[in-house]
C-alpha cells in the first residue's frame, strides 16, 4: 500500500484518536521533555538493559508522534521538528500492538517517576482503545472480552458452575461449623453487604470464597451473593474499551441496586477493585446510592471492632507482602492490607521497594491472557523475582486474583520455591471460633449418612498408585464401582470400553498427560458428557486444562485431598444431594 493511502483501520484509529483525547491525556502526549528519569523504573527496561524500544519515553513516543501529526499544531506546521508522524498501514497497526500489549503493563511506575507528571499508562490504554475498536488485539484479550460481553463474565463461567460452587462452598461451612445456618446466602434482599468475586476464584480458587463466608458468617453479618451479575473484575481496563468497561461496571451496581444492598464490598483483585470502585462510574456514566469497599477493609474493621477474634499464632511461616499495582498505586489501598498482615501474621517482612513504588508482578495490564508475549514476561519478571527472594519469606501475600497468577508463574520459571496466598486464606486460618452456647436456632437435622456412590462407575487415572489406591478405597468404600488407569491410554482405552460416569484425572503424567487426555475426553462424541474431576499436585498447570478450546473440567481439587473433598466434590458432580431428613 502507498504511503499516501491509509488503511480502512488506520483512518479509523487516527480518526477515534480525535474522540477519545481528554484533557489529561492532551498533557501528558504533551508534557514529555525526554529527560530519560522515568527509564530505570520499568521493569521491562531493568530485564532488556541496551534495548530502548522498552523504555516507557519510546514506547509512550509510538503513540505521541501519531498525536502530534493530528492533534497538535506543531505537528502539523515542523513535523519533522516535534518527530510528528502518521500511520498508513495495518503492519504498522501490528508494530504498535506488539508496543503497548505486549512491552507494557500499564502498571504506572514510570508514572512516579516523571517530573513532568506524564501518565504513559493513561494514554497506553487509550491507544489499546484504538487497536481494539478495529478488531487489532492480541488473541487473548479477543477471548477474554467476548466472554465477558456474552457470559458475563471474564472466564466464561456458567451460572448453573457459579450457583454449584456457592452451594458447594456453602456445604462445606455449614459442616465446618457444625451450623445449618452458616450458609452463603444467595440475592438476599436488604442485605447490609453485597459480596462481589473475581470468576478465577468459581473456576480455580473456590477456598477464597469459602474463607470469605467464613469470615461473614463468625462477624455475624448480613451479607449475600448475587445468582447473577456478580463478576467485580472488568476486561475494559486492560483492553482500553470503555464500552465494555461501562456494560460490565453497570452491570454489577444495577444488581446490587436490585437487591437493595447497603455496601458492595469487592473480594481481593487489583483491577477488580479499580474498575468497580474508582473507573466504573466514569466508564458507566452513572452514579450509585450504595458504599463499596475492599474486602481488605471489611476484615480489618471486623478485627478492630471485636467482630472477629484472630489468634496470629497460627500463621508462623515468614511472609511477604506483594503491592498490586492498581490497589496501591492507582487506588493507594497500601497501608490496610500491612495493618491486617500484623494482626494475622507472627513474621512480615517487607518486601524492597514497596508500597507506590513496588514492581508490577509482571502479569498486570491482561499480560496473563497474552501467552504470545509469555516469554517477553518472564525474562521481565527476574526484577520481582529478585525481591521476593531477597525478602527470604516462603509466602508471599497479595491482595489480587491477577498478581496471584503473574507470581505464581515467576516463582514457577525462576524456582523460587515460595507459596502464593491471600489475606482472606490468612485471616480464615487465624480466626477463633468460639465454642456455641446453647444458641437457640431452629435445628436442620443434618443427615447420618450422605449418600452413596452405589451403582456408579468412576475411572481414576493418576501415575502415582500411592494416590489411586487411595481415591479407590474412598470411593470404593462409598459403594462406587472403580476403574483404575495409570496412564493417558489407559483411560481413554478403559472409558471406551465401560460405561464411565465420572472421571478423576491428574495432570502431570509421564506419556500421554492429562491435558492430552482431557482434549481427548472432550473430542470424543462418546467421551464427552463424562464429568471429569482434576485431581493434580501441580496448581500452576492448571491453565494447560481451563486454557483450551474445550468445555472446562467439571470439578478440581489440589492435592493432598481429603476424604471429605472427594467425596463432596464426587456427589457434587453426580448431581447427589444429602437425602432429606
Ligand atoms: S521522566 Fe517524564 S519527561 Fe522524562 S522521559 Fe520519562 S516521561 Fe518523559
Ligand atoms: S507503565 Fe509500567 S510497564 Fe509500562 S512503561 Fe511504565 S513502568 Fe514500564
Given at each position: 500500500m502507498g504511503k499516501n493511502k491509509r488503511s480502512y483501520k488506520a483512518e479509523k484509529v487516527i480518526e477515534r484518536m480525535g474522540k477519545k483525547l481528554n484533557r489529561q491525556m492532551a498533557g501528558s502526549l504533551l508534557a514529555c521533555v525526554h529527560c530519560g528519569m522515568c527509564t530505570d523504573s520499568c521493569h521491562y527496561v531493568l530485564a532488556n538493559e541496551?534495548?530502548?524500544?522498552?523504555?516507557p519515553a519510546y514506547k509512550a513516543d509510538q503513540i505521541r508522534k501519531l498525536f502530534k501529526r493530528h492533534f497538535d499544531w506543531t505537528g502539523r506546521v515542523i513535523p519533522w521538528w516535534v518527530k510528528a508522524k502518521s500511520i498508513y498501514t495495518d503492519e504498522e497497526l501490528e508494530e504498535l500492538k506488539d508496543t503497548i500489549?505486549?512491552?507494557?503493563?500499564?502498571?504506572?511506575r514510570c508514572s512516579l517517576n516523571c517530573p513532568m507528571g506524564v501518565d504513559y499508562a493513561t494514554f497506553n490504554r487509550m491507544a489499546r482503545g484504538l487497536l481494539v475498536s478495529v478488531g487489532i488485539m492480541p488473541e487473548g484479550v479477543a477471548y477474554v472480552s467476548k466472554d465477558q460481553w456474552e457470559i458475563g463474565n471474564q472466564m466464561g463461567v456458567l451460572k448453573e458452575d457459579y450457583i454449584d460452587t456457592l452451594e458447594w462452598m456453602s456445604e462445606e461451612l455449614s459442616e465446618e461449623m457444625n451450623d445449618p445456618n452458616a450458609i452463603i446466602p444467595i440475592d438476599k434482599m436488604d442485605a447490609n453487604i453485597v459480596y462481589s468475586i473475581n470468576p478465577r476464584e468459581v473456576k480455580y480458587d473456590p477456598r477464597t470464597i469459602a474463607d470469605a463466608a467464613k469470615i461473614f458468617y463468625l462477624a455475624g453479618e448480613n451479607w449475600t451473593m448475587p445468582s447473577e451479575c456478580w463478576d467485580m473484575t472488568n476486561f475494559g481496563l486492560f483492553s482500553g474499551d470503555d464500552d465494555l468497561g461501562g456494560a460490565v461496571a453497570r452491570r454489577l451496581y444495577e444488581k446490587v441496586e436490585e437487591l437493595r444492598g447497603r455496601k458492595l464490598v469487592i473480594s481481593e483483585c487489583g483491577h477488580g477493585y479499580r474498575s468497580t470502585r474508582c473507573e466504573g462510574q466514569n466508564w458507566a456514566a452513572v452514579d450509585i446510592n450504595f458504599e463499596m469497599e475492599s474486602s481488605v477493609i471489611t476484615m480489618l474493621n471486623y478485627i478492630k471492632e471485636g467482630r472477629i477474634k484472630v489468634d496470629k499464632t497460627r500463621n508462623t511461616t515468614p511472609v511477604t507482602f506483594h503491592d498490586s499495582c492498581n490497589n496501591?498505586?492507582?487506588?493507594?489501598?497500601?497501608?490496610e492490607p500491612r495493618e491486617l498482615l500484623s494482626l494475622v501474621t507472627t513474621d512480615f517482612r517487607e518486601m524492597y521497594?514497596?508500597?507506590?513504588?513496588n514492581y508490577c508482578c509482571?502479569?498486570?495490564?491482561?499480560?496473563?491472557?497474552?501467552?504470545?508475549y509469555t516469554p517477553r514476561r518472564l525474562k521481565s519478571a527476574k526484577i520481582k523475582a529478585d525481591q521476593l527472594k531477597a525478602t527470604g519469606a516462603e509466602i508471599v501475600v497479595t491482595s489480587c486474583h491477577n498478581c496471584v497468577d503473574g507470581l505464581s508463574d515467576l516463582i514457577k520459571h525462576y524456582k523460587l520455591g515460595m507459596k502464593v496466598t491471600q489475606l482472606v486464606n490468612l485471616v480464615a486460618n487465624a480466626v477463633v471460633v468460639e465454642e456455641k452456647v446453647a444458641v437457640p436456632v431452629e435445628k436442620v437435622p443434618v443427615p447420618a449418612h450422605a449418600p452413596g456412590l452405589d451403582g456408579y462407575s468412576i475411572l481414576v487415572t493418576d501415575d502415582e498408585p500411592d494416590m489411586v489406591t487411595f481415591l479407590s478405597v474412598v470411593l470404593q468404600d462409598n459403594g462406587a464401582t472403580v476403574f483404575k488407569a495409570y496412564n493417558g491410554d489407559e483411560a481413554i482405552e478403559l472409558a471406551r470400553r465401560e460405561k464411565i460416569d465420572l472421571m478423576t484425572l491428574d495432570i502431570s503424567m509421564p506419556g500421554k498427560s492429562g491435558k492430552e487426555v482431557f482434549e481427548a475426553f472432550r473430542n470424543d462424541p462418546k467421551l464427552r458428557s463424562v464429568p471429569i474431576c482434576i485431581i493434580t499436585g501441580?496448581?500452576?498447570?492448571?491453565s494447560l486444562i481451563y486454557d483450551r478450546p474445550v468445555p472446562p473440567p467439571e470439578g478440581y481439587l489440589d492435592k493432598p485431598v481429603s476424604e471429605k473433598n472427594l467425596l463432596s466434590n464426587v456427589r457434587r458432580l453426580l448431581n447427589l444431594v444429602h437425602p432429606k431428613a
Open positions: 541496551g534495548d530502548v524500544t522498552y523504555a500489549f505486549g512491552k507494557c503493563t500499564n502498571c504506572r496501591a498505586r492507582s487506588c493507594g489501598l497500601v497501608e521497594p514497596n508500597r507506590y513504588e509482571t502479569g498486570g495490564g491482561g499480560a496473563m491472557s497474552m501467552s504470545e501441580r496448581p500452576e498447570l492448571r
